[in-house]
């Protein structure tokens, strides 16, 4: 009986731990929080469409990196290296400051209250709404690591552009994350732009997964010797749309990265999914926000544990 009783209070405890990340957590407590920060994600939008996919692929870039813990938001210091700087995310990663302006916002409404790691899931959810993708639910009442984590930024934990679908399925499998998870989150490539250093090997290369005059379009403005810094859009028809564009490209050769492209063609289970949202708009959204809920509980810190950040770029 008292081993019943004992297992009882343990599951009790654990379901208490998981309801801690809700839609609902901050109504009673900071109830214009999601407003506050919607209204400061569009402001910054509306000033730099390219913006949105910025603040995606940060949502991402945090929660791979031993979870959504805002870490990806501390800046260096003597004793703590930044996972800004480290491979992936160096002069690359972007929004910082667009987090920053939206936690000042809230900490005007609600001083100590919302954390930066919700922030950027939140900002994610509305970046995307904003340029046409789905509206849906951000469970939030997450923490604050007190620390950042270079060396897992580096050491695997986020994707190469020259990433093979091995190396993408088992990176997504290890985060929790099934081959729908990781065919529906690759669409947020429908927006932004890359440098021509992440594809310019593909132009060249004389491969056969590449469209030749799309390659020949690219090549444009991606000489074989310079132009590195040059910028491509991921998806060239609807550059600053979230729509299900990308897969359409996909299917043509038309992937700018190879990690992109990668997803269709080799007669792996991703062809039909691909070929499935690429038909199929609304059965791509829902599967997105599905998956980006999913990546939203990917180690959260909870309860106790962390902190609420005052600034998102320090610890207290």
């Keep these: ?123 994610a959810r509305d970046a995307s709404e904003y340029v046409g993708g789905p509206r849906y639910a951000v469970k939030v009442g997450r923490r604050d690591s007190t620390t950042a984590f270079r060396a897992i930024a580096d050491s695997g934990d986020l994707p190469s552009f020259r990433a093979s679908l091995d190396d993408l399925s088992d990176l997504f ?43 020949s379009t690219r090549k444009r403005r991606c000489p074989v010797n310079g132009g590195d810094t040059n910028l491509a859009p991921l998806d060239q028809v609807t550059p600053n749309s979230f729509d299900n564009n990308y897969y359409r490209n996909l299917m043509q050769k038309k992937g700018l990265l190879a990690s992109d492209q990668v997803l269709f063609g080799s007669g792996a289970s991703t062809d039909s999914i691909v070929s499935e949202y690429s038909r199929n708009p609304s059965r791509f959204a829902s599967d997105y926000a599905a998956a980006m809920i999913k990546m939203g509980d990917i180690q959260t810190l909870t309860g106790s544990a962390g902190q609420i950040r005052r600034i998102c770029t320090a610890v207290n």
């Design 1 to 123: 009986m008292a081993i019943f009783k004992i297992i009882v209070l343990l599951l009790s405890l654990s379901c208490f731990c998981q309801a801690q990340l809700s839609p609902t957590f901050y109504d009673q407590i900071c109830p214009n929080a999601l407003s506050t920060i919607r209204s400061s994600i569009r402001t910054a939008i509306s000033r730099e469409r390219r913006m949105a996919a910025s603040l995606i692929r940060l949502h991402f870039h945090d929660c791979f990196v031993n979870g959504c813990d805002a870490s990806v938001m501390l800046v260096a210091t003597p004793t703590m290296e930044s996972e800004r700087d480290s491979v992936a995310n160096f002069q690359s990663a972007r929004g910082f400051e667009v987090i920053d302006q939206a936690k000042s916002a809230v900490e005007s409404v609600c001083p100590g209250v919302v954390s930066c790691a919700d922030i950027i899931a939140v900002a």
């Design 173 to 215: 499998l290890r985060k929790g994350l099934n081959t729908r998870d990781l065919v529906a989150l690759s669409g947020a490539h429908t927006l932004g732009q890359a440098t021509c250093v992440t594809f310019k090997e593909r132009l060249y290369d004389n491969s056969s997964d590449i469209d030749a005059g799309f390659s």
